[in-house]
């Protein structure tokens, strides 16, 4: 048999039964025993030894009384086994029809249909465990887009320098391009922009993998974000931006690795100037009980609340034309998220659209606190 349903209604009703049936052969021969003991007391025993049964020593009354007694008993046994069908289907079915929906949402999701969700009707472990199933199947779609998304971001990345490269080279060698100063120059930014994609990639799946494990040292936090605005200055001088540089001159020193510190500030501040259009970048510092925070503040066209949740994702971007001009290979913000991650700190965004956004990293001081960030 193989229908969990009926096996668990079988089970209970099949203990019922032998429960009723036990009770009713003990009720019944306990109350012999003691109508008996009743006869006796009532000074009967001289008919009980002359004829040595208790059916001899019976009247009619006595006969119908113990009659009627074995009939209430059977149709009380009786009426108690069909409670107990009823009572042994409907839990049988409590139990078993959520968990034979559970597989059959188990099967669809196995078949590929990862919009699979079972109804919660329940706050009790059976519930738990179809709210759990539905967390997962939810995070098993994200993770499926996230991979496709990825996919379709290397594909599109790698495709068009290699195009770009391809098509030039061929030019030269068919001698339709003449390899000129200004031409080779174009060449040497698609290889660059491909050797700055190839990089991310590897320390994006180093970092993941924990293959690439900070170098700690003392961090002094003023100095290095100095080091990244002034080296960053130019390319926000070039769209007319002001970047301020805001610091608490009392920061601690933070125990980090340098590089990917400046790394964190770098892209943080080139997505910024890459969203900015007009108006200042702000680079602040400071630090509350055991975690240091930066953040990086843009008077920029801001992020959609539908964007924010994604915004750290590979290759997504807020502005979808995947342009050069519009935004860079889409791993700048997943390489900060990573990088956080592996100092045992966090980073959110908060940003309304139109109004800019303001992105920060807190990191804990000492690289064995884990700290969280409310967004």
């Known amino acids: 048999m193989r229908s969990l349903l009926a096996r668990v209604a079988i089970t209970v009703f099949a203990t019922t039964f032998i429960v009723v049936v036990g009770l009713m052969f003990v009720v019944n021969y306990q109350v012999s025993e003691n109508f008996s003991s009743y006869l006796y007391m009532s000074g009967m025993h001289g008919m009980m030894m002359n004829h040595g049964s208790m059916a001899a020593m019976m009247g009619m009354p006595e006969r119908q009384f113990m009659t009627s007694l074995r009939h209430s008993l059977v149709v009380t046994s009786v009426v108690m086994l069909l409670i107990g ?9 409590s139990i078993a029809v959520p968990v034979i929906n559970l597989n059959k949402a188990i099967n669809n999701v196995t078949a590929g249909n990862l919009d699979t969700a079972v109804a919660i009707e329940r706050q009790d472990e059976v519930g738990q465990l179809a709210e759990a199933f539905n967390e997962m199947t939810a995070k098993l779609k994200s993770n499926t887009i996230l991979r496709q998304r990825f996919l379709a971001g290397v594909a599109h990345e790698l495709r068009t320098p290699l195009t770009i490269l391809k ?17 080779i120059n174009s060449l040497t930014e698609e290889v660059d922009r491909l050797t700055k994609l190839v990089g991310e990639l590897r320390d994006l799946s180093l970092l993941e993998a924990g293959q690439m494990v ?24 070039e769209k007319n931006l002001e970047l301020i540089l805001d610091v608490d001159d009392n920061v601690p020193h933070l125990w980090a690795d340098n590089a990917m510190l400046q790394q964190m500030v770098y892209n943080l501040i080139i997505n910024a100037i890459r969203y900015t259009t007009d108006g200042s970048i702000t680079v602040k510092a400071g630090w509350h009980e055991q975690d240091v925070y930066i953040d990086v503040i843009d008077t920029g066209i801001g992020i959609a609340p539908a964007d924010s949740k994604h915004i750290f994702d590979y290759f997504y971007r807020v502005d979808q034309a995947r342009s050069k001009k519009s935004g860079g290979t889409g791993l700048g913000l997943a390489l900060v998220k990573q990088m956080v991650t592996v100092h045992g700190g966090q ?6 659209l139109g109004q800019g956004s303001t992105f920060t990293v807190r990191l804990p001081l000492n690289k064995h606190k884990r700290c969280t960030l409310s967004p």
């Open 85 to 93: 069908a009823i009572v042994s289907y409907y839990l049988a079915r």
């Open 167 to 183: 098509a030039n080279l061929e030019g030269i060698a068919d001698g339709i391009i003449s390899p000129e100063q200004e031409q």
């Open 214 to 237: 900070p170098e700690y040292s003392d961090v002094e936090v003023n100095t290095t974000l100095s080091q990244v605005v002034q080296k960053i200055k130019p390319l926000a001088y």
């Open 347 to 352: 980073v959110c965004v908060t940003s309304k």
